[in-house]
């Protein structure tokens, strides 16, 4: 019974088992990172208060120039109808007349203003909208691909589960107990292939007659420096 390859073996099926497992909370975190959707959708709930603003404003601006433009018909109407025929009348008119127009300019530069805010208001809107509509389509198909790995990965461990069982029933107590022990320590490798006379993963060399112990695998061997057991392969 090889004894170091029947460890190899179980470690090979460990470590799929600890990616699988890191990928699969990797993908639960991906899955449930709001973060980028949750600020477009405060970014279009802004451009659209911001937008509802502007139009009131462009409206209101519209209704004072309108209202400003009827006193200027009515007051323009009196001052050309015939009815006042005082000479100081006509006059006070004449200024009234004057000085609604003067204030007729302001609001419309107030109007003009008020179209340009609300223009970009909109640009900003618009842009904020298929931003957020892009986001979520591209999430959309993110989460089926992620979706669609992790039953993949789900079904895969559960084959690594039964090669695992299938795999410790020829493995003795203590050598599982060595195995797992290194297997802490050793972040994960508890085994290192024998490349050469070399120890793989930490590179010290061994004997020839160690070598032999290790090819004829009746015993497991520890290397010298890293005590992981040592496997020909
Ligand atoms: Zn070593």
Redesign the pocket.
């Known amino acids: 019974m090889n004894r170091a390859h029947n460890l190899f073996r179980l470690q090979q099926i460990d470590l799929e088992i600890d990616k699988n497992k890191a990928r699969l909370s990797e993908i639960t975190k991906i899955l449930g990172d709001d973060a980028e959707l949750n600020r477009a959708v405060d970014a279009r709930e802004k451009a659209e208060t911001k937008l509802a603003d502007t139009r009131a404003s462009l409206q209101s601006a519209e209704g004072s120039v309108s209202t400003q433009r009827f006193k200027i018909e009515q007051t323009e109407k009196t001052l050309y109808s015939g009815t006042v025929q005082n000479p100081r009348e006509l006059q006070d008119l004449q200024m009234e007349s004057e000085s609604l127009n003067r204030y007729l300019a302001t609001l419309e530069d107030r109007l003009l203003d008020a179209m340009v805010a609300h223009e970009d208001a909109e640009s900003e809107f618009n842009s904020a909208l298929s931003q957020l509509e892009l986001i979520q389509v591209r999430r959309e198909h993110e989460h089926e691909d992620l979706d669609k790995e992790q039953s993949h990965i789900l079904n895969d461990q559960l084959r690594l589960g039964t090669d695992r069982e299938a795999a410790l029933t020829i493995i003795p107590a203590d050598d599982l107990s060595l195995y797992d022990r290194l297997r802490k320590k050793q972040s994960g490798l508890a085994i ?1 292939l024998l490349e050469g006379s070399n ?1 793989s ?4 060399a061994t004997g020839s007659s160690i070598q032999q112990t290790i090819r004829s695998a009746t015993d497991l061997v520890q ?1 010298k ?2 005590n ?1 057991i040592l496997y020909a392969g």
């Open positions: 290192a120890c993963l930490c590179g010290l290397c420096q890293c992981r």
